[in-house]
């Protein structure tokens, strides 16, 4: 396989592929939330209620306990922030690309595509994860202190 | 990706995979193919683990982050004053007093990580080190060049539209910064096999 065609046949596919990527990530949000969502209230339950999708960004929920100073009694409230999760996404459409541009049979194209969009997925997973600890342990850290000590 | 014809030619020690009968070490037995591609992997990932946690120290910050991104800043710059008299910089911060937009080139921004994965790839690849320092010394500065026309792009792109800019700074120019080390790595591949000794040069030399 030429190195040139490659290439070419890469740049003829990478507008397309992100493009299809960028309209239809709302679509691709869907199971990541629904993952985060899991993950995010067995590792913090006390903290996170929810990691919901909003447009084609997560919102994640925060229920956080604070005193009213007025009362000296505890109030729950829910803080919410939102998380792009397609920063962390771009190599959805590049890999794609990349399987697209490449020569072999289709089937091995579409397992190699396959395996790689549950990497991807799971790298995602994590990466956004952290961001979200990110955001709770450190944006946040002056309304998150009493949950993490 | 292939990287030895199966009549013998431009093999590389090491990386001689195909035959008719499927290529086995003679004294272990163990595949070869299996054997170089785990080890190709394992010197990779090991690589990179060790310049991405070198990169995070304060000494990887101080001797190669700090100054790489200021020489960023520099060039691009000096590149855009030459055709844009409007342009001004102070810092790591560019931006035109007319509109008054402006880009800060952040540590992020000077595709340090983007040559890591270009060094580890090479110097996992088994070849002789000048082949190893010809290509990293190429290839970083083809990144780096293509990183210059990023930032400067960006900049102009900014300036006429804000949500294009975040798109493309967000997600089109990281992939074709990865592209752009993929195909800088195919080429030195291509560079090397050509280079190899055949395996009849092999065998007697």
Redesign the interface.
């Known amino acids: 396989?030429s190195?040139k065609g490659?290439?070419l046949r890469?740049l003829v596919w990478?507008p397309i592929c992100?493009a299809v990527w960028?309209y239809s990530s709302i679509l691709f949000v869907a199971p990541l939330a629904r993952a985060l969502d899991l993950l995010s209230r067995t590792l913090l339950p006390q903290l996170i209620s929810a990691v919901e999708t909003y447009g084609n960004e997560l919102q994640v929920v925060l229920t956080l306990q604070v005193q009213d100073t007025s009362t000296g009694l505890l109030r729950t409230g829910d803080m919410l922030f939102e998380i792009?999760p397609?920063?962390y996404g771009?190599?959805v459409?590049?890999y794609t690309?990349?399987v697209l541009a490449s020569r072999a049979p289709d089937g091995r194209r579409l397992g190699a595509w396959l395996i790689g969009m549950i990497i991807l997925f799971a790298v995602q997973i994590l990466c956004i994860q952290a961001d979200i600890l990110k955001v709770v342990a450190i944006d946040l850290a002056g309304q998150t202190r009493w949950v993490l000590r | 990706?292939s990287d030895a014809n199966a009549d013998g030619r431009n093999a590389i020690p090491g990386y001689r995979t195909s035959s008719a009968s499927g290529t086995t070490s003679s004294e272990s037995g163990k595949p070869k193919s299996g054997r170089t591609v785990h080890r190709f992997l394992a010197i990779f990932l090991v690589t990179q683990l060790t310049l991405f946690v070198f990169e995070l120290t304060p000494a990887g910050q101080r001797y190669l982050v700090i100054p790489v991104t200021s020489a960023v800043a520099a060039v691009s710059v000096d590149l855009m004053s030459t055709v844009d008299q409007n342009v001004k910089a102070s810092g790591k911060t560019i931006w035109n007093p007319a509109n008054g937009f402006g880009v800060t080139i952040e540590a992020g921004c000077n595709e340090v990580e983007a040559s890591i994965l270009l060094i580890a790839a090479i110097l996992a690849f088994p070849s002789i080190w000048a082949q190893k320092l010809g290509g990293i010394l190429i290839g970083v500065v083809t990144v780096q060049a293509l990183n210059l026309f990023r930032i400067i792009s960006l900049f102009y792109i900014g300036q006429w539209d804000r949500e294009l800019f975040q798109?493309a700074h967000?997600?089109?120019w990281?992939?074709?910064i990865?592209?752009d080390v993929?195909?800088v790595f195919?080429?030195w591949l291509?560079f090397v096999v050509k280079r190899a000794p055949t395996e009849t040069e092999s065998t007697t030399s």
């Open positions: 396989m190195i490659f290439m890469a990478l992100f960028y792009d397609l920063i771009f190599s459409p590049l690309v990349l | 990706m798109w967000l997600y089109i990281q992939a074709l990865m592209l993929l195909i195919l080429l291509r």
